[in-house]
Each structure stands twice: as structure tokens, then as C-alpha cells.
């Protein structure tokens, strides 16, 4: 997948416009539209429209700010240069400072990204969570009080090797999801493990649902047996309409 692409849903979109309008003065609500489509890559909002009628998410590009202040200038406004009512999502924000995104991917970052995007996967088939803003969906679930309680579900790694996970709403639309694969009993609770003692991996990052579906870059926890790290590396896993990789935000 090509580093520039992510994906957004009907939410996200809403949240980017939303973004973009407070931003500037005097822009009218459909010229925003179609400003924040060019944003994205797309010729007209109809077209992005189309997209996202075809499923949950639409593969788009990463928000380009040069590209919304040309469209608005097309549509007669007068922007300034160098114009950024959108973030571009080309590197990670945290309080302290900002990074770009790694373009090297070692082991252990292919073994906990494999490990996550499993367990996204499974939550995502088995209805325990969508990639939209306030789709929680497990039991004890609370959407705009806290969160809730956290969700438990199992599944297994390249159809065979049993995990679970716990996923936790949290603040900005986001999942955290904590991962234990092949867990030594099945009375382990995924966000209570810390160690090797319970499980063959241990693996906790984020999930972005705001301003677009991602796995965040850059937050990640991850703990492996030796014996066990190639094997988690290597495995063949694809994203169910979410991007693998993006910016961390907090």
C-alpha cells in the first residue's frame, strides 16, 4: 500500500469538513466538500461520494492542503499560499514533539503489526467494533459516557493459533486494543497482561476512527518469545479497509 493512502469513512469525512470550515471565512458548505474531495485525491465530492457507497471505508489519499487551496481557487476564492486547514497526517503528533513516520519496518515491528491487525480483523468480523466514531458494539459498551466497560473477544492467528484481546474506548473516537497470543489459559485478560508469563506475545496499540481508520505508528507495546517472533513476521495478514500504518496521535 502505497505510503500516501489511508482510509476514511462517512464520519471522518464529516470531521475533516468540519476541520476545514473552522479554518476559514466565507467558503460555502459544498464548495468545502468539493475542496476537502480534491484534499483527498478525488476530482469532485460526487466521485468520492461514489467511493464510499461501495462499502464502510474508501482508500483515499492522505489529506494535501496545496490541492484543497487550488480547488477552492478554482471555485473563486481567494486563498493565501501555503493555506493548511487540514492536518496531512505525514508524521506522528504527541505533546511534546512531532516525528515522521518510520519507513523502515524491522521484525518486531512486522510481528506486532501482523499481531494487531489480526486482532482488528476479528473484532471488526465478529461485530465487536466498527471503524466509524461510536461503534462499539461489545457488551458493557457505553458510546459518549467514557467508554464503558472494556470488550473481550477470542480469535485465532493465521486461522489456527489461539489469541484475545481486550479493546477500551477511549478519548478521540480511538480503540486501544491489548493482544495476548497463544495465551497459556484461558483465564488471562489481554489488558491485565504485562509479561511473557502469560502469553507466547504480549501487544498493545491504538486504533484511529476520527479523521480516518488507522493502526497508529509509533504508540506500540510489544513482548515476544524468541522462539515465536519469526514466525509472527512472516505471516501473509491485510487490513479489512483500515490502513496498517499512520500517524500517532495524542
Given at each position: 500500500m502505497p505510503g500516501s493512502t489511508f482510509f476514511v469513512t462517512e464520519s471522518a469525512l464529516r470531521n475533516l469538513k468540519a476541520r476545514a470550515q473552522r479554518g476559514v471565512c466565507g467558503v460555502s458548505s459544498s464548495h468545502m466538500s468539493e475542496a476537502v474531495a480534491a484534499a483527498l485525491g478525488f476530482k469532485s465530492h460526487a466521485a468520492l461520494r461514489a467511493a464510499l457507497s461501495v462499502g464502510v471505508t474508501a482508500e483515499v489519499q492522505k489529506p494535501d492542503n496545496a490541492r484543497l487551496a487550488g480547488r477552492l481557487r478554482q471555485l473563486g476564492y481567494q486563498v493565501p499560499d501555503g493555506l493548511r486547514l487540514l492536518p496531512e497526517l505525514d508524521r506522528s503528533y504527541s505533546p511534546f514533539r512531532t516525528y515522521s513516520l518510520r519507513k523502515k519496518r524491522g521484525v518486531r515491528w512486522m510481528a506486532w503489526r501482523n499481531l494487531m491487525v489480526s486482532a482488528i480483523n476479528a473484532g471488526l468480523q465478529q461485530r465487536v467494533f466498527g471503524l466509524a466514531p461510536r461503534e462499539d458494539w461489545w457488551p458493557g459498551s457505553a458510546p459518549g459516557r467514557n467508554g464503558g466497560a472494556p470488550g473481550n473477544y477470542e480469535f485465532e492467528f493465521a486461522d489456527d493459533i489461539?489469541?484475545?484481546?481486550?479493546?477500551?474506548?477511549?478519548?478521540?473516537?480511538?480503540?486501544?486494543?491489548?493482544?495476548?497470543?497463544?495465551?497459556?489459559?484461558?483465564?488471562?485478560?489481554?489488558?491485565?497482561?504485562?509479561?511473557?508469563?502469560?502469553?507466547?506475545?504480549?501487544?498493545?496499540?491504538?486504533?484511529?476512527?476520527?479523521?480516518?481508520?488507522?493502526?497508529?505508528?509509533?504508540?506500540?507495546?510489544?513482548?515476544?518469545?524468541?522462539?515465536?517472533l519469526s514466525g509472527l513476521a512472516d505471516a501473509t495478514v491485510e487490513p479489512l479497509g483500515y490502513a496498517d500504518q499512520g500517524a500517532f496521535i495524542m
Open positions: 489461539p489469541a484475545a484481546a481486550t479493546v477500551t474506548a477511549i478519548s478521540g473516537d480511538e480503540l486501544a486494543l491489548h493482544v495476548v497470543f497463544q495465551p497459556h489459559s484461558r483465564d488471562v485478560m489481554p489488558d491485565r497482561a504485562y509479561g511473557l508469563g502469560d502469553g507466547t506475545a504480549i501487544a498493545h496499540g491504538w486504533l484511529e476512527r476520527r479523521l480516518g481508520a488507522w493502526l497508529m505508528d509509533g504508540g506500540e507495546e510489544f513482548s515476544c518469545k524468541r522462539a515465536a
